[in-house]
């Protein structure tokens, strides 16, 4: 179903506008996508400005660019087997560019994620819609420098990447509690 991001949030009505240059890959295969390019463009923008006030300043620009890829088990396991010594499929991998020198009319290079959307399917409790975007807001804030290398930080993770899916319109499907709107 198609749906809109504007103003989906009352905070991001106020918010300055921003551009995210987004390279985005996915397989032309049976495992499609069911957000496409468009929408991951407006999340994205919508997640990067609702973040704006908290990120540390190597992270705040008005232009991003990031990589969001969604492929198949045996690509992500691939990645998963050079990166980190652990040739298995998993659900999200991020790979940081790293604070940079920001440069006037040089977007600050976020760097990638890559989602396997055959883990998403099989992990999808609430929708596969529900999950990807789960998913892509795990890998962003690995992007933005957040870990979670104990519980406490998990839970801190877990909860803002909730934050973010809050954000996104109920049109996407298990996104939203239906109390989100009524506030």
Known sequence: AAFSLVCAASSARLMPSLVLDLAYNAPDSALLD???EGHWQQILE????NLQN???????????????????????????????????????????????LQLPGV?????????????AKRDALEGIEHELCFLASHGLLHLLGWDHP?????????????QLLELLPAQISGIVAKQAFSR
């Open 107 to 119: 977007p600050c290079e976020l760097g990638d994620i890559v989602i396997s959307l055959e883990t």
């Open 54 to 100: 908290e990120l540390p300043q190597e992270f705040r620009a008005a232009e991003y660019s990031v990589g969001l890829q969604l492929c198949s088990d045996d690509v992500i396991a691939a990645l998963n087997g050079s990166w980190r010594a652990k040739p298995e499929a998993t659900d999200v991998l991020a790979f940081p560019s790293g604070p940079q």
């Open 150 to 162: 104990d519980e406490e930080q998990l839970a801190a993770m877990l909860m803002r990447q909730q």
């Open 34 to 36: 069911p957000l496409g």
């Open 46 to 49: 919508l997640w990067l400005l």
